[in-house]
Nanobody, 121 residues
């Protein structure tokens, strides 16, 4: 059972990136998937969740209107589309899955490497 976040990179302010959260060993469609991020010197925070019924829950008001979350069940992958990126979006982005968004946000876990997003001004 594994989730792999990828797709990060260096982008100028105003640019876009699409992050992928690929699951292996289980069917991601049956779970809620949460994207988290951790900026340098800050705590990890939840950003956005996609429920198992494909509803989006935003945890960061600052990304509303810029970030969207979606899934491709055939690819067993959840995506985070990030548009109009700002320097304050710079962080390592992680994904996690659980039975509900709340459970996923609250559960302590070990984290993989995540994917680095750097937005230059």
């Amino acid at each position: 059972v594994q989730l792999q976040a990828s797709g990060g990179g260096l982008v100028q302010a105003g640019g876009s990136l699409r992050l992928s959260c690929a699951a292996s060993g289980f069917t991601l469609h049956y779970y809620a998937t949460v994207w988290f991020r951790q900026a340098p010197g800050k705590e990890r925070e939840a950003v956005l969740c996609l429920t198992s019924t494909d509803n989006s829950i935003y945890y960061k008001g600052s990304v509303k209107g810029r970030f969207t979350i979606s899934r491709d069940s055939a690819e067993n992958t959840v995506y985070l589309q990030m548009n109009s990126l700002k320097p304050e979006d710079t962080a390592v982005y992680y994904c996690a899955a659980g039975s509900t968004c709340m459970e996923t946000v609250r559960t302590e876990r070990s984290w993989g490497q995540g994917t680095q997003v750097t937005v230059s001004s």
